[in-house]
């Protein structure tokens, strides 16, 4: 079974407000990764948060882990049009080689 | 560099045919992973390879072999294709065999269709 569930599946709000998709995982981590995927190309990495970071950021990314939770939120804020594509967060267990993906939310900004 | 690269971008195959997806990456890196992306399922791990000559199995291997020959090259085979098997496959690479973030490199994906 996948270790990831995004959280909603799919997400629209207008140009200019914030957006937040949560991440719930199952077992303990190494680290935990967000991608962005438009529509028909590959997965692009957004942002690593190891397990033991709690926030960082990357431009109007942030991104939050709580380990006693197994949780993960990816807030964009001032959002634009080009950021409509769908969210994967990616999982990396301790001592694993595997990154096992969620199924995504899809996030669509109205005009 | 190229990144990541993938043949080909698209098939069609009969039930029972067989075929190879080829996975090429120029970044030096080890790890390499082949997904599959079905609508509503996100993406699965079929298999993965740490190094030249190594695989193993991921979360939806059967129906699927891998060779690593080459530490550029991930082939993928279906012996004999199923329509279940409809779907977009990705490649991926990363370099987290040097200590460093883990990032996954993507290929543009292959899109089979298999009747």
């Known amino acids: 079974s996948q270790q990831g569930e995004e959280d909603p599946q799919a997400l629209s709000i207008q140009e200019g407000e914030n957006a937040t998709m949560n991440c719930s995982y199952k077992?303990?981590?190494?680290?935990l990764q967000w991608y962005r995927q438009n529509s028909g190309r590959g997965l692009v990495h957004l942002i690593l948060?190891?397990?033991?970071?709690r926030e960082k950021h990357s431009g109007r990314l942030r991104v939050t882990l709580d380990t006693s939770k197994k949780s993960s939120s990816l807030l964009i804020t001032a959002s634009r049009a080009a950021d409509t594509a769908s969210y994967f967060c990616?999982?990396?267990?301790?001592?694993?080689?595997?990154?096992?993906f969620g199924k995504g939310t899809r996030l669509h900004i109205l005009p | 560099n190229a990144g990541v690269t993938q043949t080909p971008k698209f098939r069609v195959l009969k039930t029972g045919q067989s075929m190879t997806l080829l996975c090429a990456q120029d970044?030096?890196?080890?790890?390499m992973y082949w997904y599959r992306q079905d609508p509503g399922m996100g993406l699965r791990l079929i298999h993965y390879?740490?190094?030249?000559?190594?695989?193993a199995k991921g979360e939806v291997p059967d129906g699927y072999n891998v060779s690593r020959l080459k530490k550029q090259n991930f082939l993928l085979g279906l012996e004999s294709a199923a329509p279940s098997q409809t779907s977009v496959y990705f490649c991926?690479?990363?370099?987290?065999?040097?200590?460093?973030?883990?990032?996954?490199?993507f290929g543009p994906g292959t899109r089979l269709t298999v009747l």
């Open positions: 990616a999982t990396v267990q301790n001592r694993d080689d595997k990154i096992i």
């Open positions: 077992t303990s981590i190494n680290n």
């Open positions: 948060i190891r397990s033991n970071e």
């Open positions: 970044m030096n890196h080890e790890y």
């Open positions: 390879s740490v190094g030249e000559g190594t695989t």
């Open positions: 991926a690479s990363n370099d987290r065999d040097r200590g460093r973030t883990d990032t996954q490199y």
